[in-house]
C-alpha cells in the first residue's frame, strides 16, 4: 500500500513506528493544520493499539481516517475468535468509537475511502476506519474504478 500511495505522489508518508503513535499523530495534524491524515496500521495487535489515538479523536470530534490491514480475506468471514497470524474483527471492536467502520470484501469497494472521507466530515466530525484485508490489499484496481 505504501508503494502505491508513494506512486500517486500527491501525499507523504510519515512513519511513527507505532500505531497508537499513527492515530495520535493524525489528530495532532488536524490540530495544527486544519487537515485531515490517514493513519495506515495493521492487523491484530495493531488495531488495539490504535484505539487509544481513536478514542481521542472521537472524543474531541476529530476527523482522521484509519486503514487496518488484516489477515487474508477468506478469515474475516470466520467466527473464530483469532484469524490466521494475529487478526481479529477490529471493526466490530471500533463501531462504538467511530462514526463509519466498514471491511472492504472485494476491491471494487475502493470507493469505501471517498465514503470514509465524507463521514468523517459528516455532521460533527469524527474518527472513520477502513480495513482492507490483505489478499484484497495486492489487487490491482484500475483508474476510474
Known amino acids: 500500500m505504501f508503494d502505491s500511495i508513494s506512486a500517486r505522489?500527491?501525499?507523504?508518508?510519515?512513519?511513527?513506528?507505532?500505531e497508537q503513535a499513527a492515530t495520535m499523530a493524525a489528530q495532532s495534524?488536524?490540530?495544527?493544520s486544519g487537515r485531515m491524515a490517514i493513519s495506515?496500521?495493521?492487523?491484530?495487535?495493531?488495531?488495539?493499539n490504535a484505539v487509544i489515538g481513536?478514542?481521542?479523536?472521537?472524543?474531541?470530534?476529530?476527523?482522521?481516517?484509519?486503514?487496518?490491514?488484516?489477515?487474508?480475506?477468506k478469515?474475516?468471514?470466520s467466527n473464530w475468535r483469532g484469524w490466521?497470524?494475529?487478526?481479529?474483527?477490529?471493526v466490530e471492536m471500533v463501531k462504538g468509537v467511530t462514526k463509519w467502520a466498514k471491511r472492504m470484501r472485494v476491491s471494487r469497494q475502493v470507493r469505501y475511502l471517498d465514503e470514509a472521507y465524507e463521514a468523517?466530515?459528516?455532521?460533527?466530525?469524527?474518527?472513520?476506519w477502513?480495513?482492507?484485508?490483505?489478499?484484497?490489499?495486492?489487487?490491482e484496481i484500475p483508474t476510474g474504478s
Open 120 to 128: 468523517a466530515f459528516e455532521g460533527r466530525p469524527g474518527p472513520v
Open 9 to 18: 505522489g500527491f501525499t507523504e508518508i510519515v512513519c511513527v513506528h507505532h
Open 54 to 73: 481513536v478514542v481521542g479523536a472521537w472524543m474531541d470530534s476529530i476527523p482522521i481516517v484509519v486503514i487496518s490491514g488484516n489477515e487474508e480475506s
Open 75 to 77: 478469515y474475516c468471514e
Open 130 to 139: 477502513l480495513d482492507i484485508p490483505r489478499d484484497i490489499q495486492g489487487h
Open 40 to 48: 495506515l496500521i495493521t492487523t491484530g495487535g495493531g488495531s488495539a
Open 84 to 90: 490466521g497470524v494475529q487478526g481479529f474483527d477490529s
Open 29 to 32: 495534524y488536524w490540530r495544527s
